[in-house]
């Protein structure tokens, strides 16, 4: 959506940053696609600037083994108070990934044509970090660290519970969308929490970098 198809007032800077991300995932899969690759590991590296990185000591849990999946209906990062629906989203006509409507801020969304939370590999989850009139659902992100959980909860109440294990700050000069949707460890199951972040330039109405937070397996269960 271009800044001349959103409506007047509220909602005018919500899209700019988690689409412009989005849009890198359309084209990395477009780019994957063409050469017939997969999506390879690659080793955790912190962004142009690291949020918080993977400071040494921080104890993580081993790996759970990927399971079935579930499709995602509720995301929960209690640490800073993140609780929310999970939406599926799909492609929009230019070929990227729509994040929730701006009308919506308070939702996540899904990559549904991606992995499912819970199997092997990547499954991607964007929300917006506010409005023009106040903050939407990842505006705390950045606040994540490693060591803390996250929850995704399925539609039979099946839950999953995933560790951080790193929070970086990509610029967009610098944004490598390998290092961002590609899975870090083969044979894991990951998640990506993926916000704006930087500043917000109000001439080009955009925001200059983007928060990833990743995050892996370490158990299940229900309810």
């Given at each position: 959506m271009s800044?001349?198809?959103?409506?007047?007032?509220?909602g005018g800077r919500l899209l700019t940053g988690v689409a412009w991300a989005m849009l890198l995932l359309g084209l990395w899969l477009w780019g994957r696609e063409m050469?017939?690759?997969?999506g390879g590991s690659s080793a955790p590296t912190t962004g142009d600037v690291a949020a918080v990185g993977r400071p040494l000591g921080v104890p993580l849990p081993p790996a759970h083994p990927p399971v079935g999946g579930t499709a995602p209906q509720h995301l929960a990062v209690p640490s800073i108070g993140i609780t929310a629906p999970v939406v599926p989203r799909g492609l929009d006509t230019s070929g990227a990934v729509d994040p929730p409507p701006y009308h919506q801020p308070s939702k996540v969304g899904w990559y549904g044509s991606g992995t499912v939370p819970g199997a092997a590999g990547a499954a991607l989850l964007v929300g917006h970090v506010?409005?023009?009139s106040k903050p939407a659902v990842f505006y705390n992100l950045s606040a994540a660290r490693p060591g803390e959980k996250i929850r995704v909860t399925g539609a039979g109440g099946e839950r999953l519970e995933f560790t951080i294990d790193d929070v970086q700050v990509f610029t967009r000069e610098r944004f490598d969308?390998?290092?961002?949707?590609?899975?870090?460890?083969?044979d894991r199951a990951e998640l990506r929490l993926i916000t704006c972040g930087g500043t917000y330039d109000k001439k080009a109405r955009t925001y200059t970098a983007n928060v990833v937070v990743s995050a892996y397996l370490t158990g299940t269960g229900q309810g």
């Open positions: 800044a001349e198809d959103r409506p007047a007032g509220g050469t017939n690759g997969v506010d409005t023009e969308p390998q290092k961002v949707y590609g899975p870090r460890e083969s």
